[in-house]
């Protein structure tokens, strides 16, 4: 039994085949809408690969520019078909391409839906790319000197004060590294020295920031040496007090960026799969009507569409029971050429069996 039979008259066959040419036009302009979709979040991606780690944080930018190029081309192609099939001997010409242009135009579809969620799940992908990048820039932030390094100290005071963060997790990893250079550092003097030799490392470590972690919105001057030392400022108290820099780690401000970004993508996308899923099922009633008005031979008369032919489990069962068979030929055609004895052995008995021989006559 037929799967959402729906019968249609030659003028319903022919508005259905009008509204698909139009739809598929505005399908490739959803194409063209995830394709800057991608690339817009592959420009955003780009700005800031300084501070993030190599890794697959590119894959959902490259499917959504790969699906919107291939719904730009799917769509014209669907354009094409549907004008022509207002007309039924036009149609005669699709008739054998529609159904793997209906298969064809399914599996993109799913692609689009894999896509949105892709959106959605790029989310730790992104945190442990930023988190390993962000340690190394911060690492790194003293070498102005360092040919491929030089650059870091820029990209990271510009970061934090774009995006109103300060290190990776919170301010406190400055002090954790040396990112002080050595060559700024006054080696005559005791306290600097002090420092040096009381680090096993030998690090020169502060319990102070950069400058582009101060809020410049503070009422009171930027303290970012000696936060943790109340006696160093006046009517201050490191544990009470709101301090006038940046809380908030720049690994957590990027990622509500980027998050907020891949959501809005993620809901334009299950949009567009929407639209190109209600254009296939069109497409599809379509190509039924239209292949059973050729059936009964009458081009004005009545004629059915539907979804699936038969039912879902009786469609399902064919289609593995084609699956099987396919296995199983290959199985067998393999099987029999591996273990033929035979198979590399040439038969020159063509003629008759038992045809007796002449004897040669000896050379006299």
Request: hydrophobic share 45%; with cysteine.
């Amino acid at each position: 039994m037929a799967v959402l039979k729906v019968k249609f008259t030659k003028t319903k066959r022919d508005k259905l085949a009008q509204i698909l040419w139009i739809l598929n036009w505005v399908s490739v302009v959803s194409g063209i809408i995830l394709f800057s979709l991608g690339l817009f979040l592959k420009i955003e991606i780009k700005k800031r690969n300084e501070v993030m780690a190599k890794g697959d944080i590119n894959s959902v930018p490259n499917m959504l520019i790969s699906v919107g190029v291939i719904a730009c081309i799917i769509n014209f192609l669907g354009g094409k078909i549907c004008y022509d099939c207002s007309d039924a001997n036009k149609f005669s010409r699709w008739k054998l391409v529609m159904l793997p242009y209906i298969v064809c135009t399914f599996c993109f579809t799913f692609c689009i839906l894999v896509g949105a969620f892709m959106c959605y799940t790029m989310r730790n992908e992104l945190e442990e790319s930023l988190y390993l990048g962000l340690r190394d820039a911060i690492k790194f932030y003293k070498d102005t000197d360092i040919p491929g390094r030089c650059f870091l100290k820029k990209t990271v005071d510009m970061l934090q004060i774009g995006f109103k963060c300060c290190g990776n997790n919170g301010f406190r990893d400055w002090f954790e590294i040396q990112w002080v250079s050595a060559r700024y550092l006054n080696m005559a003097s005791k306290e600097v020295l002090d420092r040096l030799k009381s680090n096993v490392d030998g690090k020169f470590l502060v319990d102070g920031v950069p400058f582009s972690c101060c809020n410049p919105s503070s009422p009171r001057p930027c303290i970012q040496y000696q936060l943790t030392n109340n006696s160093a400022h006046y009517n201050y108290n490191f544990l009470t007090e709101e301090l006038n820099i940046w809380v908030k780690g720049c690994r957590e401000a990027l990622l509500d960026y980027y998050t907020a970004i891949m959501r809005s993508i993620g809901i334009a996308a299950l949009l567009i799969w929407l639209f190109e899923l209600s254009v296939l099922i069109g497409v599809r009633y379509l190509q039924t009507a239209m292949k059973n008005v050729l059936l009964l031979g009458d081009l004005e008369g009545e004629s059915d569409g539907w979804l699936l032919e038969n039912s879902f489990v009786e469609t399902a069962k064919y289609n593995i029971s084609i699956i099987k068979n396919l296995s199983k030929a290959n199985q067998i055609s393999t099987v029999s050429g591996m273990n033929d004895p035979n198979i590399d052995i040439q038969n020159t008995n063509c003629g008759k069996t038992n045809v007796t021989t002449k004897s040669i006559p000896a050379a006299s």
